[in-house]
């Protein structure tokens, strides 16, 4: 089996790689055709220019590798059809199941490759490909950001940050922090010439305290004793560096654990359904490679024993047919004509319903 094993990856391996480094290069070309002129002006450096495509195409990645898997493996079911390798395999008393697991087994691996990428790699690295490219491939600090408001609806604060370095997101330079009361009144001011996280805990420097009444009049300070102090330890502040670099990042490049912190502190946004629908789209995406592959491997051997040009039109057609259901339902949703987050996980469950189905009558 295990021979059996080494043999269906690599013949899934080869027609899986040659099909994903063209998806990428037909990507690249196309880029190359829009930038190779201001590349050449910019004359970036060799490992820059890398940088640059792997951020641009990364966000592509979580259709590009389940269309290279859909093809690879109707060409590989195909290839062992056409060869009589699967009737041999039968005979032999190989399962369908064990047959094909390599191929599950690939499919899996991509899965979990994209959901990492997308969680840990895509957010900053697509993000800095666009600065990039914005900047027609010259270098920009974009590591410093000035004049940043942040409001933790939750704790009721207001944050108004005048400079912070994305680099050393701990400090912030020239802090102003109101706090209201639970009726909406404004209970304190405070104001910092800087503030820094340390042991989990905002720490500000030479803090300066405004108080005020419930009808919004200053008053004296109820605590005199604190204006002594230099330096003050805020523990009861929940919020993290990270949030405030948030303030400055487009949605689309939050990763999904910026998501949900985002809604769990505004959870009356606006457009809350629409935001809880991209959260899950995003852990759904991976689940793409699991199930068009799922569904390939009965068209792979329907095209080996009968037409090509049959099983491969129907195998492509319900890959645009799974990706078209997730666009009606992401405009449904994002409409709030269905809830979101079925919504988001609808065409996975249908799908994954068709290629069982195809799989069990396979079988």
């Known amino acids: 089996m295990r021979i059996l094993f080494r043999y269906v990856l690599r013949e899934f391996l080869v027609p899986f790689f040659y099909c994903l480094i063209g998806f990428i290069g ?4 196309f880029e190359l055709f829009n930038s190779f ?32 898997l859909l093809l690879a493996t109707l060409y590989t079911m195909w290839n062992f059809c056409r060869h009589s390798e699967i009737t041999a395999m039968r005979a032999s008393g190989i399962g ?4 094909v697991s390599p191929l599950l087994f690939m499919a899996f691996l991509m899965a979990c ?10 957010p900053d690295a697509a993000e800095w490909a666009k600065d990039f490219r914005q900047a027609r491939f010259r270098h920009v600090d974009a590591n410093v950001y000035s004049n940043i408001p942040y409001y933790n609806q939750q704790q009721r604060r207001i ?17 102003t922090i109101s706090i209201d009361r639970t009726d909406g009144s404004r209970e304190v001011d405070i104001a910092s010439k800087k503030a820094e ?41 929940n919020e993290s560096p990270r949030d405030f670099l948030l303030m400055n990042k487009p949605w689309e490049y939050y990763s999904t654990r910026d998501q949900i912190q985002y809604l769990r502190q505004n959870s009356n946004v606006s457009d809350y359904s629409s935001k809880i629908f991209d959260v899950h789209a995003k852990l759904a995406a991976p689940f793409s490679c699991l199930i068009i592959t799922l569904f390939a491997i009965p068209f792979g051997v329907a095209t080996g024993r009968q037409s090509v040009f049959k099983g491969v039109i129907c195998a492509v057609g319900l890959f645009f047919a799974f990706y078209a259901v997730h666009i009606l339902c992401m405009i449904l949703a994002k ?25 069990w009558r396979q079988r």
């Open 197 to 237: 996280f340390l042991d989990g805990e905002w720490w500000l420097h030479y803090p300066l305290y405004q108080y005020f009444d419930e009808i919004g009049n200053p008053i004296p300070n109820p605590m005199p004793a604190l204006t002594n102090l230099v330096f003050r330890a805020f523990p009861d502040f």
């Open 159 to 175: 944050w108004r940050v005048d400079k912070i370095d994305g680099r050393h997101p701990h400090v912030l330079e020239g802090v």
């Open 113 to 122: 490759g994209v959901a990492v990428l997308d969680e840990f790699y895509v």
């Open 335 to 359: 409409n709030g004509l269905i809830p979101p987050a079925p919504a988001a996980w609808a065409a996975n469950a249908i799908f994954l319903v068709v290629g069982l189905c195809l799989f």
């Open 37 to 68: 002129s201001r590349l050449m002006e910019a004359k970036p450096g060799t490992w820059t220019v890398v940088a640059f495509f792997a951020g641009y195409l990364s966000p592509y990645l979580k259709w590009l590798v389940p269309a290279a």
């Open 96 to 99: 369908f199941s064990a047959i």
């Open 26 to 29: 037909i990507y690249v070309m």
